[in-house]
């Protein structure tokens, strides 16, 4: 396998409309789908859509692990033209991270609990209900597909941070709450 390069904030292929994978049994997809998850796990992420190793194409690759689940772990996953739509209206803020925006972290709401479908490497589908950290990850990697970065999805741009910064930005929110 081969570890890919990350297209990096400011590149063009990380603001395209993604294209649908025509045949997810094709070798190639399943060659990129293994050099998505080494390189995911080699930078080491939780999630990686094929337009950061640019390809304009609609999948990603996640997983969750024991660290960050809340009791649901999740192994390397391949999900291929996937749909998400959120349960509920109920949405959370959390920190987000991403592979293409190196160094730095933000707060980002996102819906608490979402269904996801799409088809796996032998064109078998794929549905699952996910929550909490799950269901963050596959936010942010599908708004990859669209050509949305989580700052994006930002509300407050007071609450980006460098990653060694992000203390001092959840103090300042812990202050903000208790002046409320």
Request: net charge negative; proline share 8%.
């Amino acid at each position: 396998m081969a570890l890919l390069k990350i297209a990096r904030m400011g590149h063009p292929v990380l603001r395209m409309v993604a294209d649908p994978v025509p045949d997810p049994t094709d070798p190639e997809i399943r060659r990129l789908a293994a050099d998505m998850i080494d390189t995911m796990m080699d930078a080491p992420g939780v999630g990686l859509a094929a337009p950061q190793v640019h390809e304009s194409l609609r999948m990603i690759v996640f997983r969750v692990p024991s660290d960050r689940s809340g009791g649901e772990v999740v192994a390397p996953t391949v999900l291929i033209n996937p749909v998400v739509e959120p349960v509920g209206d109920a949405m959370a803020d959390g920190w987000e991270g991403c592979l293409s925006i190196p160094g730095m972290r933000g707060i980002v709401p996102r819906f608490t609990r979402i269904r996801y479908r799409g088809v796996g490497l032998e064109g078998e589908p794929v549905e699952r209900e996910a929550s909490g950290f799950h269901a963050r990850v596959i936010q942010h990697e599908y708004d990859h597909l669209d050509g949305i970065l989580y700052i994006d999805r930002m509300p407050d741009l007071r609450y980006l941070a460098f990653n060694e910064m992000a203390h001092h930005v959840t103090e300042a929110l812990e202050r903000e709450k208790g002046e409320d």
